[in-house]
């Protein structure tokens, strides 16, 4: 939903709270009315003569009812929004930890060491076997060398 959405929202609530608040006003405008503090009256007429101040605090009300209205739809939105970017931002991190990993291997790839004349960096079988047949052969040379004695 726009900004615009949201104050044309925030503006029908706060109309619908106002006009609830001075309904009072247009059913009772004429009826009298009897104030008292401590049992001495303060205020006695008509309830149309407290218009103004009522007025004023149903206004008010109505205000702020709008402006909490937009705050908490702006806030929703905008937390919707970043729950959207936070999921993106993982999705592309993960995107981007698997073509790192796809750049590594395909940086010691056979045929890119082949290609650049690094073939000795190839292993033709696994290391331990390789070292076990060296090791055999220095073995056998060993063996087959022996020192005769000179007379």
Not at 42 to 67: D, H
Not at 130 to 151: D, G, I, K, N, Y
Request: charged fraction near 15%; hydrophobic fraction near 45%.
């Amino acid at each position: 939903m726009s900004f615009f959405k949201h104050l044309v929202a925030s503006a029908l609530l706060s109309g619908t709270v106002f006009a609830a608040a001075t309904l009072p006003l247009a059913i009772l405008g004429s009826k009298p009315v009897l104030i008292q503090v401590e049992g001495r009256p303060v205020f006695t007429g008509q309830f149309k003569e407290l218009a103004g101040s009522y007025l004023s605090l149903a206004l008010a009300l109505s205000i702020g009812a709008g402006v909490t209205n937009l705050a908490v739809m702006s806030w929703y939105q905008s937390s919707r929004k970043l729950g959207k970017s936070a999921e993106q931002l993982s999705a592309l991190q993960q995107q981007l930890s698997e073509q790192e990993s796809l750049i590594e291997t395909l940086k010691f790839s056979p045929t890119r060491l082949q290609a650049a004349g690094l073939e000795r960096f190839l292993q033709e079988e696994p290391l331990p076997i390789r070292t076990h047949a060296v090791a055999e052969a220095l073995r056998t040379e060993h063996q087959t060398t022996s020192f005769e004695p000179s007379a």
